[in-house]
């Protein structure tokens, strides 16, 4: 037994009448909040105009929404064998920030070609604000009571009801609070970018990818203390796979732009209107 623990939510639904309100859900609205207005606040500093970030964000956060489901399906399919219409629950949990991410940024890019805007130095000013509505989207894990950890004793075990745990495990009532160790990693994660940022005056997408490095490496040994159940090969489980291609990939590109400065022009200039002739 524990003799402290972090206690889970007795809830996370409050109905308001006929309609519910998820904290899951709440949690993610923040997460984008946050990441817009920090986003948007770098990308002026930068030069940029104000509102692109919110423009592309309008496009780029449904697409991640969508990303992150079907990733999430893929790689835990177990729970939707039964109920295959389950998997379009998504207020019920289950978003896998690997495929949000790729959702938001194949979204993003799409708009930074069509608009003229410089793809790398708007995912550059938005890097800090998506790992900081990554560890406000965790709290949804708590307020659900899932993806926690192995079982522990440690002072800050976390609390979990007997609905909640694994068949293997009803005996145990605390466990690592995985969803609290991802919060605090990627707000790390977000200061680094932002000092490396300052330091090193990073561009064409070095900063993102230094997020995409840097969050790869806690998600790699937050994986290994998780029970739930997911796709495994080998012995590991799929989300440690894809850590290692995301890790491997931008460090290459870090390496492989070291030398870039940052960009010169951040969007193209909107067409002067033309005034017709006398």
Partial sequence: MSLAAIPSPSTGVWNLGPFPLRAYALCIILGVVVAVLVGERRWVARGGVRGTVGDVAVVAVPFGIVGA??????????????????????????????????????????????????????????????????????????????????PTTLPWGLEIDPDHRPARYLDVTTFHPTFLYEAL????????????????????????????????????????????????FLGLRLNDY????????????????RRSGREDALQAAEPAPTVPSP
């Avoid at 900063?207 to 203390?225: M, N, P, Q, T």
């Fill in 69 to 150: 489901r079907i990733y999430h399906v893929i790689t835990s399919p177990a729970a939707y064998l039964d109920d295959p219409v389950s998997a379009l629950y998504v207020w019920q949990g289950g978003l896998g920030i690997p495929g949000g991410v790729a959702g938001g940024m194949l979204a993003g890019w799409i708009v930074c070609r069509r608009r003229g805007i410089a793809a790398g130095a708007l995912a550059d000013s938005i890097a800090p604000g998506v790992a900081l509505a990554q560890a406000i989207g965790r709290f949804g894990n708590w307020f659900n009571q899932e993806l926690f950890g192995r």
């Fill in 185 to 232: 990693w990627c707000v790390g994660v977000a200061a680094l970018v932002v000092w490396a940022d300052r330091r090193f005056r990073l561009g064409h997408g070095r900063a993102f990818a230094l997020y995409l490095a840097a969050y790869a490496v806690g998600r790699a040994w937050i994986e290994a203390l998780r029970v739930d159940e997911a796709t495994e």
């Fill in 242 to 257: 894809v850590m290692a291609v995301v890790f491997v990939l931008a460090v290459s590109y870090l390496v492989a732009r």
